[in-house]
């Protein structure tokens, strides 16, 4: 049972907007940077959010991220078919002393 | 080239022991906290264990605390997740990472450790 907590799936149609949530608590997301991760089957997960907002250099525009007291938002803009993969939010957690994956959401693009 | 190469994993009887390797080159390696996170098959990421640069502060997360040990050797650009008293339940896809969750994080591309009769 994950501290984080996330949709397992969405989807939306190609040029779609989608958003993915994520809700912790005050001794992770409350106090803490999100990260957002992609993963695609068969590859490593790839960063694609940092510091709650921040995108590393070649991660396209169309991903955002927010974040509000113990909540996270990971928005996908322009859904695009390679955008299929499970995306996952991270913290660190004060209280547990450990880095915190959520469950994972896999996004469809139908 | 900047990268991470893991070895080390393969198929162990439970109760069994197993060391994984991850060499890292193009970068400074001693600069940077490395971690191991795991992926079950079917299942989602889980963050194992992180060491800082210079070796003084290490984490893990509980399910494996007391069984393995990370370590790091930053002579040889090398850390390792020494795991003891193995589980059906470690069997996974284990990453290496440096600096996960900031700007510089790099994945391995993993190694696969099953733990079976």
């Known amino acids: 049972q994950s501290v984080l907590t996330q949709p397992p799936s969405t989807s939306g149609t190609p040029g779609q907007r989608v958003t993915i949530s994520c809700s912790g608590s005050s001794s992770n997301i409350g106090n803490n940077p999100v990260n957002w991760y992609q993963h695609l089957p068969g590859k490593p997960p790839q960063l694609l959010i940092y510091?709650?907002?921040q995108r590393p250099s070649g991660v396209p525009d169309r991903f955002s991220g927010s974040k509000s007291g113990t909540s996270a938002s990971l928005a996908i803009s322009g859904l695009q078919s390679e955008d299929e993969a499970d995306y996952y939010c991270?913290?660190?957690?004060?209280?547990?002393?450990?880095?915190?994956f959520g469950p994972g959401t896999e996004v469809a693009v139908l | 080239e900047v990268q991470l190469v893991e070895s080390g994993g393969g198929l162990v009887q439970p109760g069994g022991s197993l060391r994984l390797s991850c060499a890292a080159s193009g970068f400074t390696f001693s600069n940077y906290w490395m971690s191991w996170v795991r992926q079950a098959p079917g299942k989602g990421l889980e963050w194992v264990a992180n060491i800082k640069g210079d070796g003084s502060e290490r984490y893990y997360v509980a399910s494996v605390r007391g069984r393995f040990t990370i370590s790091r050797d930053n002579a040889k650009n090398s850390v390792h997740l020494q795991m003891n008293t193995l589980r059906a339940e470690d069997t996974a896809v284990y990453f290496c990472?440096?600096?996960?969750?900031?700007?510089?994080?790099?994945w391995g591309q993993g190694t696969l450790v099953t733990v079976s009769s």
């Open positions: 991270a913290a660190w957690d004060d209280r547990l002393n450990a880095y915190v």
């Open positions: 990472v440096r600096a996960i969750g900031i700007q510089e994080s790099l």
């Open positions: 510091s709650n907002y």
